[in-house]
């Protein structure tokens, strides 16, 4: 059984402010105020983790300690199978310091090469830890294709190249509304509220 949510407010542990958009979005119908770690003046801790769980529970936990209150933490990536997996855990720092996000669709498209295989996952880890150091953790998935050149301005990071699976539009192109409907956040998110916020 998992521990239920029992607060007001909720510290979002990410410096992505798209990211935090998102979740503010998704938790919105919970009455839940979200504040960002950026937000707190709270520092990045190392993701040092080997998976996506691992590195949302270190930015959980950070935060949930540092703020005293309970932390939300997303890890999430896009996941090529004709790369083992790449750039996956590390499909943030693929972009660089500038986060050019532009530059990692090139180095996977470049990668990738004549590869006939353009399948892809996009992998949501989420992380609900406790200022007494309990953690939950959920994971959700969404398969697609890669496609080239990148369409649409909408989302971030790798959003443009990933068209879902019998879809016709990238999460680029979507409508917001309907990329959280079936994205991979939406996924773990169905998890994480039936495990921890729904039911009262």
């Known amino acids: 059984m998992s521990r239920h949510f029992d607060g007001s407010r909720l510290v979002i542990a990410s410096h992505n402010p798209g990211k935090v958009r998102e979740i503010g979005a998704l938790l919105q119908p919970y009455g839940v105020d979200v504040v960002s770690v950026g937000e707190l003046g709270l520092p990045e801790p190392v993701e040092d983790g080997d998976s996506f769980i691992a590195n949302a529970v270190i930015k959980a936990?950070?935060?949930?300690?540092?703020?005293?209150?309970?932390?939300?933490?997303?890890?999430?990536?896009?996941?090529?199978?004709?790369?083992?997996?790449?750039?996956?855990?590390?499909?943030?720092?693929?972009a660089g310091p500038e986060k050019d996000f532009g530059a990692a669709m090139k180095k996977v498209e470049?990668?990738?090469?004549?590869?006939?295989?353009?399948?892809?996952?996009?992998?949501c880890a989420l992380a609900l830890a406790w200022p007494d150091g309990h953690v939950e953790t959920f994971e959700g998935t969404v398969d697609g294709?890669?496609?080239?050149?990148?369409?649409?301005?909408?989302?971030?990071?790798y959003d443009p190249t990933f068209l879902p699976t019998g879809g016709s539009e990238t999460f680029g192109e979507m409508d917001p509304d309907r990329k959280h409907a079936i994205s991979h956040r939406a996924?773990?998110?169905?998890?994480?509220?039936?495990?921890?916020?729904?039911?009262g």
């Open 61 to 94: 936990q950070a935060a949930a300690g540092a703020a005293g209150l309970i932390a939300l933490a997303d890890d999430s990536g896009l996941s090529v199978t004709a790369l083992n997996g790449d750039p996956g855990i590390y499909s943030a720092r693929w």
């Open 110 to 123: 470049d990668a990738l090469g004549d590869a006939p295989d353009r399948s892809a996952r996009f992998v």
């Open 145 to 157: 294709t890669l496609v080239w050149p990148p369409r649409g301005t909408h989302g971030f990071g």
């Open 187 to 199: 996924d773990a998110f169905r998890k994480l509220v039936a495990g921890c916020f729904a039911g």
